[in-house]
Nanobody
Framework: QVQLVESGGGLVQAGGSLRLSCAASGRTFTSYTMGWFRQAPGKGREFVAA????????HYADSVKGRFTISRDSAKNTVYLQMNLLKPEDTADFYC????????????????????WGQGTQVTVSS
C-alpha cells in the first residue's frame, strides 16, 4: 500500500509556471506506475500525464503535450509535474495516482487502473 500527498498548487497568471509534487510513502515506490489526473469544475476527471515504473517512458494528454513534463525521483519517492505556459483552461484540481499492477514500461492512461490516489491540489490560472 502507498499513501500519496500532493503539493505545489496555487494561483498563477496565464503563461506562468507551477511545479506539482507528489510524495509517496513506503519503500516500493519504483513498483508503481505514476500518473497525474485533473478535474475541472463541473467536469469529469481526465488523464494528464503518466510515467513508467522505471521512469523511462512517459505519456501526455494532447492538451498538455509540450507544456507539461512528468518526472520521478526514486531517491525522494516523489513524482513531479512541471507545468509551463499555463492556460485558464488548465484550472482544475490535480491528483496524483499510483498503479501497482502495470508492467514495467507501461504508462497507464486509464484512471480506473490506478489503485491509490492523493487528496488533490488546486491549480487556478487567471487570464
Amino acid at each position: 500500500q502507498v499513501q500519496l500527498v500532493e503539493s505545489g498548487g496555487g494561483l498563477v497568471q496565464a503563461g506562468g509556471s507551477l511545479r506539482l509534487s507528489c510524495a509517496a510513502s513506503g519503500r516500493t515506490f519504483t513498483s508503481y506506475t505514476m500518473g497525474w489526473f485533473r478535474q475541472a469544475p463541473g467536469k469529469g476527471r481526465e488523464f494528464v500525464a503518466a510515467i513508467s515504473r522505471d521512469g523511462a517512458s512517459t505519456h501526455y494528454a494532447d492538451s498538455v503535450k509540450g507544456r507539461f513534463t512528468i518526472s520521478r525521483d526514486s531517491a525522494k519517492n516523489t513524482v513531479y509535474l512541471q507545468m509551463n505556459l499555463l492556460k485558464p483552461e488548465d484550472t482544475a484540481d490535480f491528483y496524483c495516482a499510483a498503479d501497482q499492477f502495470s508492467s514495467r514500461g507501461a504508462t497507464t492512461t486509464n484512471q480506473y487502473a490506478y489503485e491509490y490516489w492523493g487528496q488533490g491540489t488546486q491549480v487556478t490560472v487567471s487570464s
